[in-house]
């Protein structure tokens, strides 16, 4: 098996995705038009779509990273909005734009419509997650977007299996596809919830960041497997899971949490960048397979799909934002007022990604009779323009209308003001503690360690109100960034030290190596990590 178009495509991928971050291009756009420059270069190698590779392999780590990230708190805060997206929706969208499809295709069975409709229903997790951020939405808008966007595959996956059923001539009557489908919803959350509490406790009592973190990297798959094998959800196993896990890192070790940090935005990045790559290479065989179909009437369709992804959002976007509140005081009561904006960038952010393709790519050739699934190649040439004309359309809008809107961004000194004071009081807490500590003869210290301790605390008391402060006239720096960057230039000091006491041979590498990450760890701390997924 030749290994280079693989590596080839995460170089590449990754070199792109590296350059959006100097643009006002978000990435997932660059990359998607990266591919599909790329699908025409000579000697590009073939990259197929393959969905047994693409569903269980690629998303439940994309799901896990995203989940893992979110807050359990404002999901729950706000679990009325999410799952009227995340199942109402894409129910809804399923029939209105399959109906749609049924009526505007001549022959079209309906049956195969509503498939095309499950595979364009979900707005993808991904685009969500990597729009919002570079957008700078508000909190409650990016909530309710990756809320949405954690559980619309389980609902679209499970609907087109329902749908996949009745086209294929399985014999399943829609009384019996609504029973799988609440069967896989609950069967999911059910595995979700027997899996989260024993990986926790497996992920604290492991006593080897290295093996804590090859856990990780293990549990995505895990939970996406254990649901499949019974039949369950395992995107909502794998949410489930993450959820739990996210919201009780803080009692993981802390050497396992810094490693895990850094393993899982790496594979995210590489993840996030090869998949939206690979959406752009698959235009070569979704138009050779376009087969009978008059390039003017696919363009047609195409257009006319597109249009009714992006209208029945809207439509039902703002009906489930008022009407609830509208039938229910405790609604109001309980929920923070809104205004025509955040229904209409909720409503415009509904990017379509890889996991549409993926379904698609997945529509069996045959039917159960023998005979070939009705217009399954129109079928991926609709997904597909459906997904480059979301990205395209909306991805690029999207910055531009949130200008437009003057939507409040998040409230950085707000923000800080909140750490600073929440700062102060753990402060104070661990001063409190450090006094009792110091009062047992056993934890008697030399008199400059034990001001080593205190003027740490007093530093991490310090550092966020000092990013309130007036900034340095000369530098533009506030005394925080200054402390930063003077304690960068002192480690970098010590470290070519270290390193020429190595070349003169006076210490070993292995020596050097422990001198070394004995320092990128109080780098680690001197520096708030700051970085931008794709």
Partial sequence: MDALPLVALVAVSA???????????????????????????????????????????????????????????????????????????????TVAVGWLAYRLVPDLPLTAALVLGAVVAPPDAVTAAAIARRVGLPGRVTTILQGESLVNDATAITAYRVALAAAVGEGMSWAAGIGEFFLAAVGGVVVGLALMVPLHWLRTHLKEALLQNTLSLLIPFVAYAAAERVHASGVLAVVVVA??????????????????????????????????????????????????????????????VFLAVVVVRFLWVYPATYLPRWLSRRIRLREPETNWKAPLIVGWAGMR???????????????????????????????????????????????????????????????????????????????TRLEELLTDRRNSLPGPLTDRLRTVLERRRNAVWERLG?????????????YRRLAGEMIDAEREVFVRLRDERQIDDEMLRTLLRRLDLEEAAAYREESEAP
């Fill in 15 to 93: 070199a792109v995705a590296g350059a959006a971050r100097r643009t006002p291009v978000p990435a997932p756009l660059l990359l998607v038009a990266a591919g599909l420059i790329a699908s025409y270069v000579p000697g590009v190698p073939t990259y197929t779509l393959n969905p047994h590779v693409v569903l269980p392999l690629l998303l439940p780590p994309l799901l896990y990273t995203a989940a893992v990230d979110s807050s359990y708190l404002d999901l729950r805060a706000n679990l009325r909005p999410v799952a009227l997206l995340s199942v109402g929706y894409v129910l809804f969208a």
């Fill in 243 to 304: 959820l739990y896990l996210g919201h009780r890192s803080w009692q993981v070790d802390f050497a396992t949490r810094l490693q895990e940090a850094a393993v899982w935005k790496m594979v995210a990045f590489i993840l996030e960048s090869a998949v939206f790559a690979l959406i752009g290479l698959q235009l070569p065989f979704v138009l050779k397979g376009l087969g009978t179909y008059a390039v003017a009437d696919a363009l047609w369709y195409a257009l006319a």
């Fill in 353 to 431: 990604g890889v996991v549409s393709l993926a379904i698609a790519f997945s529509i069996p050739f045959v039917t159960s009779d023998g005979h070939a699934f009705p217009a399954r190649n129109l079928v991926l040439f609709l997904t597909f323009t459906t997904v480059i004309g979301t990205l395209v359309v909306q991805g690029l809008s999207l910055p531009l209308l949130v200008r437009v809107l003057k939507l409040p961004g998040r409230d950085a000194t707000a923000e800080t003001l909140a750490e600073a004071q929440a700062q102060s009081e753990a402060s104070t807490a661990a001063e």
């Fill in 470 to 482: 007036a900034a340095n006239p000369l530098t533009g720096e506030s005394a925080d960034d200054t």
